[in-house]
């Protein structure tokens, strides 16, 4: 079945250095890609999200592209800031059933 | 809009007890899910719904029933409540197409004893 690997946490990083959360997926058609971040306490929200392949998603300052070829959909951050700080999903939905299936999340944590 | 909204916040339950947890939506999304959300292993889906009437199964689905009498509301019941029932669960809604994304409820956090 349909399922996404993501990058192991926690992940600290000081403000402003450059983030990278990995994540791979395995699916038997063309499913739709998404970021989902949690902050403490809170409900996901959704971040970005890329429909097909070569697809760039991006919001607040974050980005992910749709790689068919390495089945990836890596997020990445030039600079974070200490209200980056959450947990973040990597999700994909293959068709339109409703049937959307999450990593196990990483926990970015960004020091002053 | 209040969105998506989950009742209780948090409960404690005993063994064996059942109780349902609550989920509404004033957004007029025609699909609805339930979560679970344990450490280490991100969101699972237990049962989902695609209209008022049309339920199915996610990746955990035993021990939970589910029914869809209304578009608002999609109630998750536990029927006789196990310690490996302990998480957090979260409702969402969306509207059909792949171009649409999921809006989550706050949680309900159950503890099992």
């Known amino acids: 079945g349909n399922s996404v690997t993501q990058m192991e946490g926690p992940v600290t990083l000081s403000e402003e250095a450059f983030l990278t959360i990995n994540c791979t997926y395995t699916?038997?058609?063309?499913?739709?890609l998404f970021w989902y971040v949690q902050y403490p306490g809170e409900g996901l929200q959704l971040l970005l999200k890329?429909?097909?392949?070569?697809d760039k998603g991006s919001n607040k300052g974050f980005e992910a592209t749709y790689r068919k070829e390495t089945t990836s959909f890596h997020l990445e951050k030039g600079s974070v800031q200490v209200s980056d700080s959450a947990v973040y999903f990597c999700a994909l939905s293959e068709g339109d059933n409703n049937d959307m299936r999450f990593g196990a999340g990483t926990r970015l944590t960004v020091k002053p | 809009n209040a969105g998506v909204t989950q009742t209780p916040k948090f409960q404690v339950l005993k063994t064996g007890q059942s109780m349902t947890l609550q989920c509404a939506q004033d957004m007029n999304h025609e699909y609805m899910s339930w979560y679970r959300q344990d450490p280490g292993m991100g969101l699972r889906l237990i049962h989902y719904?695609?209209?008022?009437?049309?339920?199915d199964q996610g990746e955990v689905p035993n021990g939970y029933n589910v029914s869809r009498s209304t578009t608002e509301d999609f109630p998750l019941r536990l029927l006789s409540a196990a310690p490996s029932q302990t998480s957090v669960y979260f409702c969402?809604?969306?509207?059909?197409?792949?171009?649409?994304?999921?809006?989550f409820g706050p949680g309900t956090r159950l503890t099992v004893t």
């Open positions: 890329a429909t097909k392949a070569d």
């Open positions: 699916a038997t058609g063309y499913p739709s």
């Open positions: 969402a809604s969306r509207q059909p197409g792949l171009v649409y994304e999921q809006y």
């Open positions: 719904s695609v209209g008022a009437g049309i339920t």
